[in-house]
Nanobody, 115 residues
Framework: QVQVVESGGGLVQPGGSLRLSCTAS????????MGWYRQAPGGEREFVAA???????RYADSVKGRFTISRQNAKNTVFLQMNSLKPEDTAVYYC?????????WGRGTQVTVSS
């Protein structure tokens, strides 16, 4: 059974940084794509960043220049370095892996940006 687990969330002041990690276990294949999504209170889940296919990286406009996604080579592990955090970045952050026609989601990690 595939399990995707996020870690690294927490409370940080505006302008601060956090690094999220995501690791999948129980797989015998490497995900084609891995990415991060977030859902703020009362909002819908939205795309944040992803590494797709041969290494193409995509970001939501709202995080460009502040967030950096990276992945361990040939492993189902992905990171999200978040700098210059803003209160509007407060959300539950979810990791998703895609492989063999299926999406695999983690349960999320809370990020709260507040003074």
């Amino acid at each position: 059974q595939v399990q995707v687990v996020e870690s690294g969330g927490g409370l940080v002041q505006p302008g601060g940084s956090l690094r999220l990690s995501c690791t999948a276990s129980g797989t015998i294949f490497t995900f084609d794509h891995m990415g991060w999504y977030r859902q703020a209170p009362g909002g819908e889940r939205e795309f944040v960043a992803a590494i797709v296919g041969g290494g193409t990286i995509r970001y939501a406009d709202s995080v460009k220049g502040r967030f950096t996604i990276s992945r361990q080579n040939a492993k189902n592990t992905v990171f999200l370095q978040m700098n210059s955090l803003k209160p509007e970045d407060t959300a539950v952050y979810y990791c998703k892996g895609y492989g063999r026609g299926h999406d695999y989601w983690g349960r999320g990690t809370q990020v709260t940006v507040s003074s």
